[in-house]
């Protein structure tokens, strides 16, 4: 049998830091929601010492020109529900609510199949580490809700 408390702990605070990262995207997305975004992209490049002009600066400047205040406003609420969902299940993972331990399983095991087509398809060091922790949550959560019976 698994002794679930510090380790279903360590899972809430993974999906706090997910929800805080979470709201720090929501938070820039809105403050951004006004503003000139090609005028700001362009700036980003000159303040890095890029030049706007040139062929990938130029990409970026000209996809972020593409996004609309309305479509940043849009993603800023996403990130939003996203971020209260993490603290919900944080919280409920740290006090040991057996509801967020089936939705920690459940939510883990969701990404699964798309953080494997990122190791393979985009092999990089943090496809590999995203997969493995993703791994080890949803494998250490069906531990919890599913125990070995210790027979002598």
């Known amino acids: 049998m698994i002794a679930s408390g510090k380790?279903?702990?360590?899972?809430?605070v993974l999906e706090a830091s997910k929800g805080m990262l979470a709201l720090l995207v929501a938070i820039g997305l809105h403050a951004y929601a006004g503003q000139n975004l090609s005028a700001l992209a362009t700036e980003w490049m000159t303040h890095l010492h890029?030049?706007?002009a040139s062929h990938y600066p130029g990409i970026f400047i000209s996809a972020v020109s593409a996004v609309s205040p309305s479509s940043l406003t849009l993603m800023a609420i996403g990130a939003a529900a996203y971020t209260l969902i993490?603290?919900?299940e944080a919280y409920g993972l740290w006090?040991?609510?057996?509801?967020?331990?089936w939705f920690a399983l459940v939510s883990g095991a969701i990404y699964l199949p798309l953080e494997l087509y990122e190791v393979v398809n985009h092999f990089n060091l943090m496809s590999v580490v995203v997969l493995i922790i993703n791994l080890l949550v949803v494998g250490y959560m069906y531990l919890v809700l599913f125990p070995r019976r210790v027979s002598i």
């Open 50 to 52: 890029l030049n706007p």
């Open 86 to 88: 993490r603290f919900i």
């Open 7 to 12: 380790g279903v702990r360590a899972v809430a």
């Open 95 to 101: 006090h040991n609510l057996r509801w967020t331990q």
